[in-house]
């Protein structure tokens, strides 16, 4: 456990004003080095001294409240970090009541992304409970006046082990509050074997109130007097309002005023778009206002933008020499003097969130104060955001996280937000921003449209002595800069600069690909592409040699070791942890290759026009492999099967984790069979699910999910399961059909 931490009893007050729930008479939370503790004076706060992750308070009636200050959007969190606490503190689950946390820089980090939120946590909750326990334990041995030892937490109870009597954590909870938490190096920690919640399929806290509708998401926020807006947004990135008609709008029954939002400018950031508001007593009217705005726009440098044009452009240049950033040997020298070659294109096209719920926000604003509702995965970015927008201090922006309906990347941006607090400010009134589905899927930021090009040497004995990789697509980075032109460090460290294979002769390269629409993180993010591209140029490769495609993946690996790509000059990010933590281990990664192949089924024989294909992936410092049978059948293509086996490390709820491998699954067959975003005149062509396609009930598969148990410690689990999946459809088409598919989506070739 860290001794990097301290923990310290906090008061009430604080609890309520990080929350907005009283505390309990014993409260607890948690600190890290290098920011102030949130309990201490804001006027004499030093930054350079420590800051809250978590809070931990019980109640004289033994409630246990524990802080989630992580964003809900069907994962489990809420119900994950909690059970790390409770178990630690050996809390009656039945008395736990969670709370969710304010926006607050005191949390540390609440971005509800990059599969990180128990790996980056979980520890400290242990810690968290861990001391509790040692609190209320001492309370009772002073009560009792006997040996600290001589007691001991069950099910939220202290017990007396001679005389068998115990107190409820509420009796105590009052004398644990004045005793000095203990030292981390002074805690006892349960063993594995201990646990009684870490490690158990927990029914998520949340479903009884999801199933009965007695939830609150972003959308369903009312306030009174409060005003619905709908925006009509420049179709084009960069473009402006020039004209449009403020009076028809008004002359639409229950329209009550029409706002031009301020205008903003390169780099795009997390600003509004530029637009009209139509602001009304009901959501129908402000639609039917905004659509007789008739506006005029300018459109801008980006109106020229053509994605099949663009993807024609990044083809050519894939094919020629990138800029080198990881490099063993001489690749090409090896591969002009090799027996064989083999080299392939894979493309895909801008991708949308598409989550179920849309961006939803409502904002306040008085006195110089804002208040926000919002369906937001950075509670924290929101907060910063808002008030930059409206020229306040963050502390005078307060964020409520409701629930979210679905996020996969969209909502940790906080544009939606921005623009119900603009418009808050501007009429003096509570305003709700509705995001139609088309507003969605028309001004989203999007997964990055991308070619990949690979060429491998291979001599006579079969045995690849050499690898080209190229990777070309807008970066991410020119969302904040407007001028970043080629794929960035750590998006190159996401399942492309750190290949795990053990070749003589290897050289990984890029190439310029300017951005032309709002670029962002989604599900798994530039792995996407990645792990598509190299897990069909691995099975292309078995097929070139003659072996299987699990044989060709065990060849490529090579022998049990850990790969660090630093010495071969990639600076490599590794999802943000420090260097020796989380290596990338080749055991694990063979590991669920060959648990995959032993319990799916994909080496065994199929019936004609059926194929089974595999591919394996890690990302977010986690572990899968795929496989999936499909037929193909009158040019049509249908899933049959999927299996899944991920290496998570130490898994805290195995439910949640099944559940979010077969989110995956269904998220990865949507992207590679049918989904696609197409650019003309610099406007995106899709507005619904009529023309964006998502997996369907009667497209889906039959889905079996494998965990690994392991002491390891906790990987991610939200988004490692995507990568794998297209590579391991496109093969299973070729092993079912001899037709290669490098191009995403299936249904530019196939009916799916």
Known sequence: ????????????????????????????????????????????????????????????????????????????????????????????????????????????????????????????????????????????????????????????????????????????????????????????????????????????????????????????????????????????????????????????????????????????????????????????????????????????????????????????????????????????????????????????????????????????????????????????????????????????????????????????????????AVLAQKTGKPVKVVWSREDEIRHGYYHAISAQHFQAGIDANNKVTSWLQRTAFPSISWTFTGTTDEPQNNELSLGFGDLPFDIDNLSCETHKAPAHVRIGWMRSVSNIQHGFAIGSFVDELAEKVGVSTAQMWLTLIGDDRIVDPKPEGFDYANYGEPDGAFPIETKRLKNVLNELMGKSGADQPTADNEGWGISVHRSFVSYVAVATKVKVENNKVSVLEMHSVIDAGRVINPDRVKSQQEGAMIFGLSIALMSEITLKEGAIEQSNFHDYNVLRMHQSPKIVTHIIESTEAPGGVGEPGVPPVAASVVNAIYHASKTRIRALPVSKHFTV
């Open 1 to 420: 456990m860290s001794n990097h931490k301290q923990i310290k009893s906090v008061s009430r007050r604080d609890f309520l004003r990080y929350t907005s729930v009283t505390g309990g008479v014993f409260v607890l939370g948690a600190v890290l080095p290098s920011f102030s503790p949130v309990w201490a004076n804001a006027a004499t706060a030093n930054d350079a001294s420590n800051t809250l992750n978590l809070f931990v308070s019980i109640d004289d009636d033994s409630t246990v409240n524990i802080v989630c200050h992580r964003s809900e959007m069907g994962q489990g969190v809420r119900t994950g970090i909690p059970q790390i606490v409770a178990d630690e503190l050996c809390a009656d689950w039945s008395k736990v009541n969670v709370v969710q946390g304010l926006a607050d820089e005191a949390y540390g980090s609440q971005n509800t992304d990059g599969s990180r939120s128990i790996r980056r946590f979980y520890t400290t909750m242990r810690e968290m409970g861990a001391t509790a326990r040692a609190m209320l334990e001492q309370a009772a041995a002073q009560k009792w006046a006997v040996p600290v030892a001589d007691v001991f937490a069950e099910n939220g109870m202290i017990v007396h082990k001679a005389s068998g009597k115990a107190l409820s954590f509420g009796e105590l909870a009052s004398a644990a509050g004045q005793i000095t938490p203990p030292a981390i190096k002074d805690l006892t920690f349960k063993s594995p074997e201990q646990f009684k919640l870490i490690g158990k399929p927990v029914t998520s806290v949340d479903l009884s109130d999801v199933l009965t509708g007695n939830t609150t998401f972003g959308q369903d926020i009312k306030l009174d007097d409060m005003l619905y807006a709908s925006i009509e947004r420049c179709p084009v990135v960069g473009g402006s309002v020039k004209t449009f008609n403020k009076d028809a709008p008004l002359k639409v029954a229950n329209v009550l005023a029409v706002v031009e939002m301020p205008k903003q400018s390169l780099p795009v950031l997390f600003k509004n778009l530029n637009g009209v508001a139509v602001l009304a007593s009901n959501t129908w009217s402000a639609l039917q206002g905004r659509q007789a705005l008739d506006v005029s726009w300018d459109l801008g440098a980006n109106q020229t933008h053509d994605s099949e044009a663009y993807l024609t452009e990044l083809k050519q240049r894939i094919v020629t020499k990138g800029k080198p950033f990881r490099q063993i040997g001489d690749a090409y020298k090896a591969y002009e003097s090799s027996e064989q070659s083999l080299e392939a294109t894979y493309t895909l096209p801008y991708l949308v969130h598409a989550p179920m719920e849309p961006p939803a926000a409502t904002a306040v604003f008085k006195d110089g104060y804002c208040e926000v509702w919002a369906c937001t995965q950075t509670p924290q970015s929101t907060q910063q955001n808002v008030a930059g927008a409206l020229g306040i201090d963050k502390s005078k922006v307060k964020v409520n996280v409701t629930l979210l309906g679905g996020g996969f990347g969209r909502k940790s941006k906080p544009d939606f937000s921005v623009e119900a």
